[in-house]
T-cell receptor
């Protein structure tokens, strides 16, 4: 069975600090996808990134970066020079490629508060 | 392109009433998902459809919940009778293609309050 754990339920930082959100997953499959979604205070879920299990290359997109390590089953998300607009709940999710329906298993989310 | 559209955005009803939530997926997407989000349980998948056919409804909490997808552009989630514990935000999401293309696009959600 697949499982996603986001141990940090809430993080508070001051603007311009760097912050890393942790995500640890469990799966029996060798092929799977990992995702990060952002849920701002307005409530909608916004897709940030998808990574497949064969691509362990880290990715950077502006102030966002992701570190995927299969050896530790982790897919961590770092925001550099955080801004107040980054305040949101961030969800990590897992989808096994063998499941026919693209089902996502979500972690519990990490609430990030960036204070000015 | 319009994203996933959900209606209503907010619904307040009394216990025992029937509630119908509506979703229009992104045109061309062949998968549709219904999720429920609560503080206690987080985001839970209730049911999903592929090409309008329900594939897995194991997440539907009980018989009071039912979902239909009569065509590729419309789905409903119905709760009858509603109970206070059904209060939550209900999201609809859609995606195109199989596992290699499984980014799910979420609607804005319907916030349901059952009094």
């Amino acid at each position: 069975a697949q499982k996603v754990t986001q141990a940090q339920t809430e993080i508070s930082v001051v603007e311009k600090e760097d912050v890393t959100l942790d995500c640890v997953y469990e799966t029996r499959d060798t092929t799977y996808y990992l995702f990060w979604y952002k849920q701002p205070p307005s409530g909608e879920l916004v897709f940030l990134i998808r990574r497949n299990s064969f691509d362990e290359q880290n990715e950077i997109s502006g102030r966002y970066s992701w570190n995927f390590q299969k050896s530790t089953s982790s897919f961590n998300f770092t925001i550099t020079a955080s801004q107040v607009v980054d305040s949101a709940v961030y969800f990590c999710a897992l989808s096994e490629i063998n499941n026919a329906g693209n089902m996502l298993t979500f972690g519990g989310g990490t609430r990030l508060m960036v204070k000015p | 392109d319009a994203g996933v559209i959900q209606s209503p955005r907010h619904e307040v009803t009394e216990m025992g009433q029937e509630v119908t939530l509506r979703c229009k997926p992104i045109s061309g997407h062949d998968y549709l998902f219904w999720y429920r989000q609560t503080m206690m349980r987080g985001l839970e998948l209730l049911i999903y459809f592929n090409n309008n056919v329900p594939i897995d409804d194991s997440g539907m909490p009980e018989d009071r919940f039912s979902a239909k997808m009569p065509n590729a552009s419309f789905s409903t989630l119905k709760i009858q009778p509603s109970e206070p514990r059904d209060s939550a935000v209900y999201f609809c999401a859609s995606s195109k293609g199989g596992p290699a293309n499984n980014e799910q696009f979420f609607g804005p959600g319907t916030r349901l309050t059952v009094l």
